[in-house]
């Protein structure tokens, strides 16, 4: 396994139409993070899965945002009725249960027009 | 509040001159201060996990420290090959660990 990869590493969308990003973590890792990280600012924190379970989702993640991990292998974050303040570079990283570091994507880069 | 401040937001190396990044944290309970590298275009290279004061951590020409309140990431002679934006970041408490950043200091490197 060569690391996370998420899917598609651009996305350019107009405004008011909905997309969605996929993220396969590292094999045996259990734990799957979303992350938004905007120009000039580090990574900011959305939505955490254990296994096929959210279990916590930040007031970052408007009704307008869904993630899912349904079988607790790869997962998919999506936007419905994009705003061009969406755009933004969206991160995903993986980690084993026990260690605290997370192994991140190359992210999806989405401009919203 | 629990928050993490990265400075300088910039720094400007010549080739060969020894530099440090400061991350200061206002934490109640760390489990865990991370050292990232970002290139730009593509997501955070984890470098180093450090979790209890006086603990030290080294990798080619960078060393991490921390202390009670803050980290440090020592470059020793660093080349052009340096030059990125090291973030700094700490896990939230619980099982879920998601973790917190800084802004990042952006790191240029001149031969």
């Known amino acids: 396994d060569t690391g996370v990869s998420q899917d598609p590493r651009h996305k350019i969308t107009k405004r008011g139409q909905n997309v969605t990003f996929r993220c396969d973590p590292i094999s045996e890792h259990n734990r799957l993070y979303w992350y938004r990280q905007t120009l000039g600012q580090g990574p900011e924190f959305l939505t955490y899965f254990q296994n096929e379970a959210q279990l916590e989702k930040s007031r970052l993640l408007s009704d307008r945002f869904s993630a899912e991990r349904p079988k607790g292998s790869f997962s998919t974050l999506e936007i419905q009725r994009t705003e061009q303040g969406d755009s933004a570079m969206y991160l995903c990283?993986?980690?084993?249960?026990?260690?605290?570091?997370?192994?991140f994507g190359p992210g999806t880069r989405l401009t919203v027009t | 509040e629990d928050q993490v401040t990265q400075s300088p937001e910039a720094l400007r190396l010549q080739e060969g001159e020894s530099s440090s990044l400061n991350c200061s944290y206002t934490?109640?309970?760390?489990?865990?201060l991370f050292w990232y590298r970002q290139d730009p275009g593509k997501g955070p290279e984890f470098l180093f996990t450090l979790y209890s004061a006086g603990e030290e951590k080294e990798k080619e020409r960078l060393k991490a420290t921390l202390t009670k309140k803050e980290s440090f990431l020592h470059i020793t002679a660093p080349k052009p090959e340096d030059s990125a934006t090291y973030l700094c970041?700490?896990?939230?408490?619980?099982?879920?660990?998601?973790?917190?950043f800084g802004k990042g200091t952006k790191l240029s490197v001149k031969p």
């Open positions: 990283a993986s980690r084993p249960t026990g260690m605290g570091e997370q192994y």
């Open positions: 934490v109640s309970g760390l489990r865990g």
């Open positions: 970041a700490f896990a939230m408490g619980g099982s879920q660990g998601n973790l917190i």
